[in-house]
Each structure stands twice: as structure tokens, then as C-alpha cells.
């Protein structure tokens, strides 16, 4: 694993990621077609991903200039439903992410998350 979570930020992006200075981003969908989320204009990327509901599977891909751990095979980033990891509500992902796809595991719930812009 490349990335050190939290500790690889310097003090200025870790205060930014916990008070959401730069803002954030949602991504939500109501399906198990993955919804792919790409950067708004002007940001870099996106330091964590927040799980606001249950039942959510995600792929996110790490920004290539930055390093760190894909969340995708091999580093591909694709809309395949076995190449997503499945997360809970609470759940924070943190690293350097410039793609998300969501999508609900369970038919009936939708599947939102909470992007944090890092930069």
C-alpha cells in the first residue's frame, strides 16, 4: 500500500479534509448501474470519500500524478460491477481520487457518498 492515510497530508490538507474548507462534492444513485462521478472544474482531486448510506459499493480511481492505492483492478478504472468494494454508512476512504462510481449493492436504497476536495 502506498498511501499513508491521514498522516501523508501535510498540516494545511489535513486541516482542510476535516473542516471541509475546499467543500465537497455528492455522488448518488439509485440503481446497480454505476453512476461515474468525475472533478468539477478548478479541483485537483479528491482527498476522502464519505459513505452517507448502507448498502454501497464504489470504485475510485487515484489520481495518476499523486500515487497511492487504486480502488479498481490494476489500476484500470472500469464500470464492471465485480470490480467494486462495498462499504457502510460511516465509512471514509481517504486518499487522492480524481474518479468515483457508485452504486447500491441491495435494489430499493440509494447509494450516496461524500467527496472531499483536497486540492
Not at 37 to 53: D, R
Not at 74 to 96: E, F, L, N
Request: net charge negative.
Amino acid at each position: 500500500m502506498n498511501h499513508k492515510g491521514l498522516r501523508q497530508y501535510t498540516g494545511d490538507e489535513a486541516s482542510n479534509l476535516s473542516m471541509n474548507s475546499l467543500g465537497w462534492d455528492m455522488a448518488s444513485v439509485n440503481g446497480t448501474t454505476a453512476a461515474e462521478t468525475t472533478l468539477p472544474a478548478g479541483v485537483i482531486y479528491w482527498s476522502a470519500i464519505k459513505i452517507l448510506s448502507d448498502n454501497v459499493e464504489l470504485q475510485a480511481r487515484c489520481h495518476p500524478d499523486f500515487g497511492g492505492d487504486d480502488f479498481a483492478i490494476s489500476g484500470a478504472y472500469s464500470h464492471g460491477v465485480d470490480r467494486r468494494i462495498k462499504c457502510t454508512h460511516g465509512d471514509v476512504i481517504y486518499g487522492c481520487f480524481d474518479k468515483v462510481s457508485v452504486a447500491e449493492i441491495a435494489s430499493g436504497t440509494d447509494a450516496t457518498v461524500q467527496l472531499i476536495r483536497g486540492k
